[in-house]
């Protein structure tokens, strides 16, 4: 039932993707409604399978990586979707639609309805950590896309080459606001995730902070952001120097999401209880790459 | 005698701003000046196109007398020292003030080429002279042509349009930067043409503006009629804090605004964008201004290529334009000196049609009572025939000989059939009153619409 819910969210995700490249090639306003109305659907089906998962699992259907990766892409798309509907952007959705169909189809195509939840991800903790950590990382996505689109167009307004592209884009201040609002959201969600997560940690390891590599990871990252916050608020940093530490700063998110459980062995990467659960996906690592001592 | 156009005066490529101001007519002054500009020795016909761009006196009359008296009486009426517009005077006679006249008109010769507000200020110009009766046939003329090409460059090339995006281009590349420009600082420096159009549209769009003139009388003025504030132009580093845009588009001869002052304002501003549209010819904003952070520094260059990216299309609007104005000046030409045939050839044919049908008449007189109606008819016809047989050749000749600028010709006409040619003053007059009500009629259209 989830499945066929989410090959139909699959379906709008594609049309909508369809539509904002059909609104880029002819610049019809109308177009650009019509694809964020499909990503609405799209979302609205997405959620609702999901849904349906968190009923059947009991906890927060984001057991592996390749889910959480899903639900990443769910809370990015809604939060387009938000910041298009109070911006008047439409355009906005179309940077959200590549990315929920691309996730989407790849966590169907390699999903494990198997309803196996390790024993350790039964805490009430880890709902809440997840999630929150989760939505972090989706705040910090918009905000590098913001950020990118911001060095593009402003960029191209310094060079003064205001065609194409240009008209397309929103408009340099709303860029910047999306990409301030959302940096200081994810902050603050990413320092809710770490409480959460360092409490889980307690109960699991038996000790709130124990070097593990994604812990270090995410406190740089925390502090990196914290830094561009200071700047911003104290100095009033802005404009492109503040949309490049943006973007790098979301690089260093990405890496510490992705990079880390495929780089390096951390407790992160689902190895709750030592070797003898290891989820769904790390069995399914190709050959080559459990040949470099993953 | 025929008269001849002339043109004297100051504009924005001849003098600055501080000596155009000086000599410039409002409408009361135009009152008094009007009548004793025509009064001047060497005037036969006078107007006066007063914008804050150019202040010139479009006069008909001895182009020997009137340009040296026009120039005295400049000086006399504004008090000035004598000889202190001497270089910056512009003076133009006969074809050259006619096609200053039509590239005036075009807005050709305007600081934004093709702005449209020049065509209305002539036209306006004339209509105030042709009020007081200080037109007759040479101006009013040379100003209808000047119309005439004046709307043919605007309908037949891109020139208008580019210039009347310039401004609204400045409000639509805030709206790229800031988005919405409710609430938004534009502070306009210098209070002319490009700025009241560039009020005019902020203004719409929901901007705060401040209005920096070095004249406080016109700032206020401007800023009244947009609901805005106005200021003086040594407050310009500290209204740079607060704005968003700045518009420039005063006519001094260097920069208003330097990139030190724009980058001695930035921690003040908290480095919010600041975007420098600079219409002035020459340029007001130092160019350098651009290097800056979060600074956006655009030139009528520039921003007209917001509108259409082709910058070899827009020249090659503007020199079709020019093409159009030559083109104009010929036709206007031609049709002038065809004209001056008009008169001897009139009188020529109503001298010899008068005499044909004297001759008829006599001859029917022998006939005596006998002749039938149709017979009294085809002699006449036949006298009538003659004479049109033989003026056939002579009248082409005539005409040409006219539109070749041969003077000797005519006169030679008028001296073998011994004619009295009269002015067609009378018919000019008539011309400038038709004129008139047209245009009366037209805005009445206007402002009901």
Known sequence: ?294 | MSRVLCCIGVNHKSAPVELREQVAFDVAALETALPQLRSLPGVDEVVVVSTCNRVEVYVAGDPDRAPAEVAAFLHRFHDLAPGALDEHLIHRAADDAVLHLFRVASALDAIVVGEPQILGQVKEAFFHSVRGGTVGSTVTRAFHRAFSAAKRVRTETGVATSAANVSSAGVQLATRIFGDLAGLGCVLVGAGDMAELAARHFSKAGARLTVANRSMEKAARLAQDHGGVARDLAELPRLLIEADVVLVSTAAPSFVITAEMVHAVARARRYRPLLLVDISVPRNVDPGAAALANTYLYDVDDLASVVDENRQKRLAEAVRAEEIVIEELHKAKKEIAEKRAVPLIKALREKLTAMAEAEAQKTLGVLGEGTSEKQKKSVQAMAQAIINKALHEPLTRLKAAAAADDDALIAAAALLFDLEIDDDAASAAAAAERALKEAEAAEAVKEAA
């Not at chain 1, 610049?27 to 998962?53: D, E, P």
């Open chain 1, 1 to 294: 039932m989830a499945t066929t819910i989410l090959l139909g969210a699959l379906c709008a995700y594609g049309a909508a993707t369809a539509l904002f490249i059909a609104h880029m090639m002819s610049r019809r306003q109308s177009l650009a409604t019509w694809a964020l109305r499909a990503l609405v659907v799209g979302t609205g089906l997405h959620f609702a399978g999901k849904a349906l998962r968190f009923s059947s699992l009991g906890t927060l259907p984001i057991t592996d990586g390749q889910e959480a990766l899903g639900a990443l892409a769910l809370v990015v798309a809604i939060l387009f979707i938000w910041a298009a509907h109070r911006y008047r952007v439409p355009v906005l959705g179309s940077f959200a639609t590549p990315l929920v169909f691309v996730t989407l189809a790849a966590s169907l195509a390699f999903s494990d309805e198997s309803g196996v939840v390790p024993a350790a991800l039964r805490s009430a903790w880890f709902p809440v950590h997840i999630f929150l950590a989760i939505s972090a990382d989706a705040c910090f996505a918009v905000a590098g896309v913001a950020a990118s689109a911001f060095l593009v167009q402003e960029g191209r307004l310094k060079q003064k080459k205001l065609g194409g592209a240009f008209r397309l884009l929103p408009p340099l201040h709303v860029l910047e606001e999306i990409g301030n609002r959302f940096i200081m959201t994810g902050f603050l969600l990413l320092t809710l995730a770490m409480v959460a997560g360092s409490i889980f940690a307690k109960q699991m390891w038996g000790a709130y902070w124990s070097w593990d590599p994604k812990q270090c990871w995410t406190l740089m990252t925390w502090l990196f952001f914290a830094g561009i916050l200071h700047a911003r608020i104290t100095i009033g940093w802005r404009g492109r120097r503040a949309a490049w530490l943006t973007v790098v700063a979301v690089v260093l998110v990405i890496l510490a999401m992705v990079g880390l459980n495929v780089l390096v062995r951390t407790r992160h990467g689902g190895e709750f209880d030592g070797e003898k659960n290891v989820p769904a996906y790390l069995q399914r690592v190709p050959s080559s790459v459990e040949g470099t001592g993953l």
